[in-house]
């Protein structure tokens, strides 16, 4: 799939290789890769998600999968920063004000979801949030799980129980530095180190009613309209760049690595050339299928939606199986940082516990193949 025209990959390529990589190691000790996303804002990869009339690249869902698929080779951290980044966009696209649609795709907006609740988990589209009128205002008041780029995004699309109406939920746009929010940082975790996704809360959070995003009682359409689709697609599309960088360090460390007493390389053994084809076979099979759902979606295909939930199901199931093999393979030097398969081996659990979960997906995935409602 060819979305970035000829000048943007490459110099999606050279950030990646000059910049995304370089900052790997420090980002995964916990850095936050502002480098990295410096480097991809001043080249306009931040307004992949944003339209042409606001000053954005205009490359749309597939576009903006194409560079986190490739940033995620070098990087899971930055990776996902891009990806709840352009969820995020995906939205003010629909629903802001224009001047933060302009600054979204200048870039000079860094965005985010601030969806998930210890309360509804993997249930993110039933916050227990809650948002009542004071004065004039909104406040707000809730404890968020994970808000990734957490201290570093510039507002969060934020959830709440509606505001004086029907519904599930509302969606507001609240500036990071607004009084009232706390994060409890910093970040450490199995995997995605640098991503600073950390629990936010607010308490009292005043934001003026301008700050609504779509209608009162319309967020759970929001969610399920937008952002689903666009963090199925691009978690998913992390996790193939994941799978193809390792599956590529594992081929090269077998053919490198040599038995002293034979010299015969690793890649020389059946058993070895074996496992590093079901990476490639199962690698291919989920790019194969994130493909498809792109191309489900813009052609608007009945199948979309489900498309859109496999996708991230086969994605995330599949790299942990992938990058186990990537771990067998190289060994006891597979623990070492040097041959760099042990982060994306960690980096690559994670997607099968960001909600949806793997396994409500396959519940949603489930009742659409049997012909039941999803909710």
């Known amino acids: 799939m060819n979305i970035i025209t000829q000048t943007y990959e490459e110099s999606l390529q050279r950030i990646c290789r000059e910049s995304v990589r370089s900052n790997a190691r420090a980002v995964d000790h916990g850095t936050f890769p502002d480098q990295s996303i410096e480097a991809l804002k001043n080249s306009g990869f931040l307004g992949a998600m944003s339209s042409r009339e606001n000053?954005?690249?205009?490359?749309?869902?597939?576009?903006?999968?194409?560079?986190?698929?490739?940033?995620?080779?070098?990087?899971?951290?930055?990776?996902?920063?891009?990806?709840?980044?352009?969820?995020?966009?995906?939205?003010?696209?629909?629903?802001?004000?224009?001047?933060?649609?302009?600054?979204?795709?200048?870039?000079?907006?860094?965005?985010?979801?601030?969806?998930?609740?210890?309360?509804?988990?993997?249930?993110?589209?039933?916050?227990?949030?809650?948002?009542?009128?004071?004065?004039?205002d909104v406040v707000l008041n809730?404890?968020?799980?994970?808000?990734?780029?957490?201290?570093?995004a510039t507002a969060y699309v934020w959830s709440s129980r509606p505001l004086g109406t029907e519904g599930i939920s509302t969606i507001w746009l609240v500036p990071a530095d607004a009084f009232g929010l706390a994060v409890q940082g910093p970040f450490e975790g199995l995997g995605l180190r640098g991503n600073d996704s950390c629990p936010v809360s607010a308490d009292g959070v005043s934001v003026p009613r301008s700050a609504m995003l779509g209608a009162d009682g319309k967020g759970f359409d929001i969610m399920m309209g937008i952002v689903l689709p666009a963090f199925s697609i691009l978690n998913a599309a992390c996790s193939v760049g994941l799978m193809n960088a390792a599956t590529a360090r594992t081929a090269e460390h077998a053919a490198q690595t040599r038995h002293?007493?034979?010299?015969?390389?690793?890649?020389?053994?059946?058993?070895?050339?074996?496992?590093?084809?079901?990476?490639?076979?199962?690698?291919?099979?989920?790019?194969?299928?994130?493909?498809?759902?792109?191309?489900?979606?813009?052609?608007?295909?009945?199948?979309?939606?489900?498309?859109?939930l496999e996708c991230k199901a086969c994605a995330g199931e599949t790299a942990t199986e992938v990058l186990d093999l990537a771990m067998r393979v190289?060994?006891?030097?597979?623990?070492?940082?040097?041959?760099?398969?042990?982060?994306?081996?960690?980096?690559?659990?994670?997607?099968?516990?960001?909600?949806?979960?793997?396994?409500?997906?396959?519940?949603?995935?489930?009742?659409?193949?049997?012909?039941?409602?999803?909710?």
């Open 55 to 136: 000053g954005g690249l205009g490359l749309g869902l597939g576009g903006a999968a194409t560079i986190v698929r490739l940033v995620a080779q070098e990087c899971g951290s930055t990776a996902m920063v891009l990806c709840m980044h352009y969820c995020g966009v995906a939205v003010l696209e629909a629903h802001a004000p224009a001047d933060v649609r302009r600054a979204a795709a200048a870039g000079t907006h860094l965005s985010t979801l601030a969806f998930s609740e210890a309360g509804s988990r993997s249930h993110f589209w039933a916050p227990q949030s809650t948002a009542t009128v004071r004065n004039g």
């Open 142 to 152: 809730a404890r968020k799980s994970w808000v990734t780029s957490a201290s570093h």
């Open 260 to 308: 002293s007493d034979t010299g015969s390389a690793l890649a020389e053994l059946p058993t070895i050339r074996n496992y590093i084809a079901r990476m490639r076979v199962k690698s291919d099979m989920a790019s194969a299928l994130l493909d498809d759902a792109i191309n489900a979606i813009e052609a608007s295909r009945p199948d979309a939606t489900l498309r859109v």
């Open 330 to 375: 190289c060994g006891g030097q597979a623990f070492r940082m040097e041959v760099g398969v042990e982060r994306y081996f960690r980096d690559g659990r994670a997607a099968g516990i960001m909600a949806p979960t793997t396994d409500v997906l396959y519940d949603f995935i489930g009742k659409a193949v049997c012909g039941l409602p999803l909710f």
